[in-house]
């Protein structure tokens, strides 16, 4: 089996480094058309250049595939509908996006200015939110559709410092667990992924201390975000862990808790007792979707 991508239109946000870079490489290599999009900041988000996202281009065409760039901003309603119409102007419409335009501004909660906050949250969440809403209403005429947000484990184990982040990259989680309900109908997933790769935005995280940043490769993050925004990968809903040497799905599962009568009176002396059971993470379950989640617990007698 080989994945090809010929005939499909492509964006990557934040593409003119890092992660990004390489998944607009990865996939204009394999046939696809690609909006390369960045607007050349720094990791906290500040400055512009078009020369990242420029130099992106350049490299896939010198490879003999087909790209533009895009310089627009995802963290504004406009900019993000405007990358949107990159792909529709130059390749007539869109079958993948891929929302990866991430910038840090860490510090702890108690010294982090609500501006330093709104800001990650809407490059993070809100701008992949902007594309995405833009891209939908073509994926659904289409009947077809490859959406990927960009999660991290810092969202969904907790990082020290990363407040903004965190809580930004949970909600691209969210947003998945549900999309992945109502794009079923029209052939659209909806995944999330949990990278690890030397970059930049990763270098400030200590984390090169641990790992060899030589081995730590956003090749082999691409390898994955290939597979998950093709044809061939029709599951949707999924966090996937990736990085050199590890992959993995991470899923919310829920304990067996505790039932009592309903009648019973419940008192939080009650509660102190029962909790050892109501926290016990033995036989955990994983539920597709609310529903199931109430059906399955209310059930219980
Ligand atoms: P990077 O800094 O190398 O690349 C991010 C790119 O996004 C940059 O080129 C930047 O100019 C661009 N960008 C920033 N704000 C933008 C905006 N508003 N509009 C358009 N482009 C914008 O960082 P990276 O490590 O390649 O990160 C890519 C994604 O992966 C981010 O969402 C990041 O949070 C996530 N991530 C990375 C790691 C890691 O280990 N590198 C881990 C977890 C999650």
Known sequence: ????????????????????????????????????????????????????????????????????????????????????????????????????????????????????????????????????????????????????????????????????????????VGFVNTLKLEGARNNITANALAPLAATRIAEPSGIFETYDRELVTTDAVAAMVTYLVSEDCTDSGNVIAATAGYYSKIQVMEGQGVQVDPREEMTPERIAELWPRIVSMDEPRAFNDAVENLTTVMAKE
């Open 1 to 172: 089996m080989t994945i090809r991508f010929d005939g499909q239109v492509a964006i990557v946000t934040g593409a003119g480094h890092g992660l990004g870079r390489s998944y607009a490489l990865a996939l204009g290599a394999r046939g696809a058309k690609v909006v390369v999009n960045d607007l050349g900041g720094a990791i906290d988000g500040s400055g512009g250049s078009k020369t990242p996202a420029d130099e992106v281009v350049d490299e896939i065409r010198a490879a003999g595939g087909e790209a533009v760039a895009n310089y627009d901003s995802v963290a504004e309603r406009d900019s993000a509908a405007n990358i949107v119409q990159s792909a529709v102007d130059a390749f007539g419409g869109v079958d993948i996006v891929i929302n990866n335009a991430g910038i840090v501004r860490d510090k702890t909660f108690h010294k982090m200015s609500l501006d330093d906050y709104e800001f990650v949250v809407k490059v993070h969440f809100l701008g992949s939110i902007y594309v995405t809403h833009a891209a939908y209403p073509i994926m659904r005429d289409a009947n077809y559709g490859r959406i990927l947000m960009v999660s991290s484990n810092s969202g969904l184990y907790g990082n020290f410092g990363q407040t903004n982040y965190s809580a930004a990259k949970m909600a691209v």
